[in-house]
């Protein structure tokens, strides 16, 4: 999260950065028109081969400014894989999405998923889409 005020994400002045009050949501979402998509759902979400850990903290900050400034804040989440039977065939596109709702409105952002990519996470600093990059790589 980039851009936001510490009080607007639930950080307050004791700096619970261990346990805010308003981490985001992720989730997995596949392309209603693929016709695999009801394969690809009960593999990964029913069978339990793919797991969204629920955020455990803490956050991470880039910086500590004075809590009247806008910050960015990094919400560390993993996804986990523990089989392949959802990705059919390799142009199966799967999108893993974050959300937050901050006074009321609803920001997000997406990337694709790849069970291979051990290391992938949504950019939600500038909303591309793509991994987790530096702002200067646009």
């Known amino acids: 999260m980039d851009g936001f005020f510490p009080p607007e994400l639930g950080i307050d002045a004791t700096g619970n950065l261990t346990n805010p009050a308003n981490p985001p949501v992720v989730t997995l979402t596949v ?26 903290g803490p956050l991470l900050a880039a910086t500590l400014p004075p809590a009247d400034a806008p910050q960015r804040f990094l919400y560390p989440f993993t996804v986990a894989f523990t089989g392949t039977d959802g990705f059919i065939d390799q142009t199966e596109t799967l999108t893993v999405t974050a959300s937050i709702t901050v006074n009321g409105k609803t920001y997000g952002s997406s990337a694709p998923a790849d ?22 790589e646009h």
């Open 31 to 56: 392309d209603p028109t693929n016709a695999n998509a009801a394969a690809i759902t009960n593999a990964l979400v029913t069978m339990g081969e793919m797991q969204i850990e629920p955020f455990t």
């Open 115 to 136: 069970p291979d990519d051990r290391r992938q996470s949504v950019c939600d600093r500038c909303g591309c889409g793509e991994p987790v990059h530096e702002l200067a």
